[in-house]
């Protein structure tokens, strides 16, 4: 079902040529792979399959509960999409898991290495270039499907899970990550715009950008130091409406940053105190 009233944004993506000059802004921006700044901290300057591995193992430590929300061990067989791909560590935890392997993204960039780490471990499936809100696959294409951080830089979040939707078996599932409109980091930064998306109807939600670049770097930042492009953020309330097509949608929050304070405390400790209520990223589980 879609909503009509939901279709409407506001701001640069309300129309066809809006839509493509933010689709062009994302891929240059994310052609550089998120996360290179990390790998080159992390000393790795070459993409041999040793350094990958290195860099996977990094990341999937910083993110331990990925393994909990992404249902890798149920994979085998199974037709998985993953919508913006980055360095690639997802990507290959899923081709590894035996899952006949899509990816999808805007930038050449992530395309490039993800068909590379297929390539290097002779796994089933391929990444292609193209954008989640006009996927190039048929309806109910796939089993399941991963997006994290993705769907928020589109320009437009409602479309993007209504496409996720689009793509997925009935009764198949998803794990899409957002990032959090109510976490600590928006109460600190940006405490009244906060207030009124926690009171706001979330039936009136509509797609926008975030217009305070500050904000956007906070959370995503290249090489020069600019903000992504594009990100929406989204309270609990808002993303449960915007997936209110899938059968079952389970939120979760999770991720604590290391800024001001937060720095004096183990990141296990800050992500299991304070993550469950005011954590950066929203974990929402969906099933078709
Ligand atoms: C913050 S990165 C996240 C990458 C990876 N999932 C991770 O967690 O490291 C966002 C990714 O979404 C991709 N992206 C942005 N807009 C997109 C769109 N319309 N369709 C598909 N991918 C998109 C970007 O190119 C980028 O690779």
């Known amino acids: 079902m879609v909503n009509t009233e939901n279709k409407k944004t506001i701001g640069p993506a309300s129309s066809a040529s809006a839509q493509k000059q933010i689709d062009q802004a994302n891929s240059a921006f994310w052609n550089e792979l998120c996360g290179t700044q990390l790998a080159q901290s992390l ?9 990958l591995r290195r860099f996977d193992e990094w990341y999937m430590d910083f993110y331990p509960y990925l393994e909990t929300h992404i249902p890798f061990q149920s994979f085998s067989g199974q037709k998985v ?12 935890r899923i081709a590894d898991s ?3 392997y899509s990816g999808l993204d805007i930038a050449a960039g992530p395309v490039a290495m993800a068909n590379r780490r297929i390539a290097e471990t002779n796994a089933k499936g391929t990444a292609v270039r193209g954008s989640i ?3 190039p696959f048929p309806d109910a294409a796939f089993d399941y499907v991963v997006a994290i951080g993705s769907l928020h830089h589109t320009g437009a979040l409602d479309r993007a899970l209504r496409e996720v939707h689009r793509l997925l078996k009935s009764g198949g599932g998803a794990t899409v990550m957002v990032y959090n409109g109510t976490s600590y980091r928006q109460w600190v930064l940006s405490p009244f715009k906060t ?4 009171m706001s109807d979330p039936a009136r939600y509509v797609s926008h950008n ?4 500050r904000m956007r770097r906070a959370y ?7 903000g992504a492009p594009q990100t929406e953020f989204a309270a ?10 899938f059968a079952r949608c389970d939120i979760t929050a999770e991720n604590i940053g290391a800024e001001s304070i937060l720095k004096y405390l183990s990141r296990p400790t800050a992500c299991r105190l304070f993550g469950p209520y005011l954590g950066l990223d929203l974990y929402c589980k969906l099933v078709k």
């Open 220 to 226: 995503d930042a290249n090489a020069a130091g600019s």
């Open 236 to 245: 609990r309330a808002e993303l449960a409406y915007l997936a209110r097509d």
């Open 133 to 135: 809100l006009d996927a």
């Open 98 to 100: 035996g899952a006949i």
């Open 210 to 213: 975030e217009t305070d670049e």
């Open 43 to 51: 000393g790795i300057t070459d993409d041999s399959m040793e350094s």
């Open 81 to 92: 999409l993953e919508v913006g791909l980055g360095y690639g560590t997802v990507a290959q």
């Open 195 to 198: 207030l009124r998306r926690k």
